[in-house]
T-cell receptor, first 112, second 113 residues
């Protein structure tokens, strides 16, 4: 099992550009989470899906952020337009039916 | 200018000694807890979990203790090794919130060879 797969691993972009982060959860897991980690605020939950349906997006900071899960094996987190304060490491995690979360390696985003 | 950020509690231990990392959780309704280890440049990694109907759970070289009276969780690492150097997070699940976990700020453990 390859675990949770995230791409890209690193992204450097300019302010105002659209950024799309991708996640492939572990097969068979029915919940998927997007987190953001910064030195200022630590690990924050942005949104999570259960059976591909968004359950709680209260952690999404602004309308510039959106997330989709079109099927059980793929999710995207999009930022449009990106701003320097969005610079962070973004983690995707999938969860099994025992509530154990498995994190991906993260995407380090730098917005210049 | 001065940067402001989270000030992680830090713990330094000598290789071979035992480590104890503490965590205070926020909600008395929390019924499931997980300890995660995060090494530099990597995502958090599951170490051990415990449910609220237990006081203690042991894994390989790790033990988690749960004190529901004072809402306190601890992670004990026996015979700490250099590879244990990382940031350790506790996370709590509150049943009413569904599958969400709430993470603490973390503790940075440094093992001195």
């Amino acid at each position: 099992d390859a675990g949770v797969i995230q791409s890209p691993r690193h992204e450097v972009t300019e302010m105002g550009q659209e950024v799309t982060l991708r996640c492939k959860p572990i097969s068979g897991h029915n919940s998927l989470f997007w987190y953001r980690q910064t030195m200022m605020r630590g690990l924050e939950l942005l949104i999570y899906f259960n059976n591909n349906v968004p359950i709680d997006d209260s952690g999404m900071p602004e309308d510039r952020f959106s997330a989709k899960m079109p099927n059980a094996s793929f999710s995207t987190l999009k930022i449009q337009p990106s701003e320097p304060r969005d610079s962070a490491v973004y983690f995707c995690a999938s969860q099994d039916d025992r509530n154990e979360q498995f994190f991906g390696p993260g995407t380090r985003l730098t917005v210049l | 200018g001065e940067s402001v950020g989270l000030h992680l509690p830090t713990l330094s231990v000598q290789e071979g000694d035992n480590s104890i990392i503490n965590c205070a959780y926020s909600n008395s309704a929390s019924d499931y807890f997980i300890w995660y280890k995060q090494e530099s440049g990597k995502g958090p990694q599951f170490i051990i979990d415990i449910r609220s109907n237990m006081d203690k759970r042991q894994g390989q070289r790790v033990t988690v203790l749960l004190n529901k009276t004072v809402k306190h969780l601890s992670l004990q690492i026996a015979a700490t090794q250099p590879g244990d150097s990382a940031v350790y997070f506790c996370a709590e699940n509150i049943p009413e919130t569904g599958n969400q976990f709430y993470f603490g700020t973390g503790t940075s453990l440094t093992v001195i060879p």
